[in-house]
C-alpha cells in the first residue's frame, strides 16, 4: 500500500521543505538580462517595530502574485525585500521596552541607545523577515535591504538634495505635532486623534470708547492661556 495521507493539510511539513528548495536552487535570484524585459517591484519596507500584520500580508501576497506572473511570462523580475528602521515609532517601542528593565535613555547615553537599537532590529527584522519567508514571498533575498543601510543613506541624501536643488524641499512655518516626551516632531502618520469633552471660556474685553451699541469685543475660547495674544 502506498503512504497514507493526512485527513488535514500539514504545512509545515511542506512549506519549509519547499521553500528551502526554491531558494538553494536560486529560483528567486535575479540578474540582469537584457534578452528580457525587466519587471522589478521594490518591496514597501515594513517597520521594524514588531511584527507583520494582515494589512502587511495581504500587500505582500499582491506583490508576490504580480512577480510570479511576470517571471512565468519569462521577464528579467526581481521583486527586493527589505525593512524600515521607522526611527521614531522604534524609539518609543525600544524605550518602552527599557521602562520595563527600569532603564532609560539617559542611562544607557547615545552610543549605548544605539546599540539597544541595532539589538532591537536584529531580532525584529529578523523576525519580519523569516515570516516573508514563512509565506513563501518569492524576494531575491540576496539583495535585502535595510533603510539605514550605507547605499540606502546615500540614496535618500542625494535624492533629497536634488529636490532641495528644484525648489521642491524648503523650510517653512508650519503648525506641527510635538511629542513632549520624545523632544521631536510627528508626521500625521504617527499621531492618534482623541476627541474629548472640554470646556470654552468667554473674555470680554472693553472698549476704550465705548458706546450705547459697542462696549467691547467677547472672545470664545477652548484655550484660555492664549488670553493675553488675544489682547495683543
Not at 132 to 153: A, H, I, Q, V, Y
Not at 161 to 182: A, D, E, S, T
Request: charged fraction near 30%.
Amino acid at each position: 500500500m502506498g503512504k497514507k495521507l493526512d485527513k488535514t493539510y500539514e504545512p509545515k511539513s511542506v512549506e519549509s521543505r519547499l521553500y528551502d528548495f526554491w531558494q538553494k536552487n536560486g529560483y528567486f535570484h535575479a540578474e540582469p538580462d537584457k534578452s528580457k524585459k525587466p519587471y522589478t517591484i521594490v518591496m514597501p519596507p515594513p517597520n521594524i517595530t514588531g511584527q507583520l500584520h494582515m494589512g502587511h500580508a495581504l500587500d505582500n501576497t499582491l506583490q508576490d502574485i504580480l512577480t510570479r506572473f511576470r517571471r512565468m511570462q519569462g521577464y528579467c523580475t526581481l521583486w527586493l525585500p527589505g525593512t524600515d528602521h521607522a526611527s521614531i515609532a522604534t524609539e518609543a517601542k525600544i524605550v518602552a521596552a527599557m521602562a520595563e528593565e527600569g532603564v532609560t535613555k539617559d542611562d544607557l547615553g547615545r552610543e549605548g541607545f544605539l546599540e539597544r537599537a541595532w539589538e532591537w532590529k536584529k531580532v525584529y527584522g529578523g523576525r519580519i523577515t523569516e515570516q516573508l519567508r514563512k509565506m513563501g514571498s518569492s524576494c531575491d533575498w540576496s539583495r535585502e535591504r535595510f533603510t539605514m543601510d550605507e547605499g540606502c543613506n546615500k540614496a535618500v541624501k542625494a535624492a533629497f538634495i536634488k529636490l532641495y536643488q528644484k525648489g521642491l524641499i524648503y523650510r517653512g512655518n508650519r503648525l506641527v505635532n510635538w511629542c513632549p516626551q520624545c523632544g521631536t516632531s510627528l508626521s500625521d502618520a504617527e499621531v492618534e486623534h482623541e476627541d474629548k469633552n472640554g470646556k470654552y471660556w468667554y473674555f470680554k474685553y472693553p472698549a476704550a470708547c465705548p458706546t450705547e451699541d459697542f462696549d467691547g469685543i467677547i472672545v470664545a475660547t477652548s484655550r484660555p492661556e492664549t488670553m493675553f495674544s488675544d489682547e495683543a
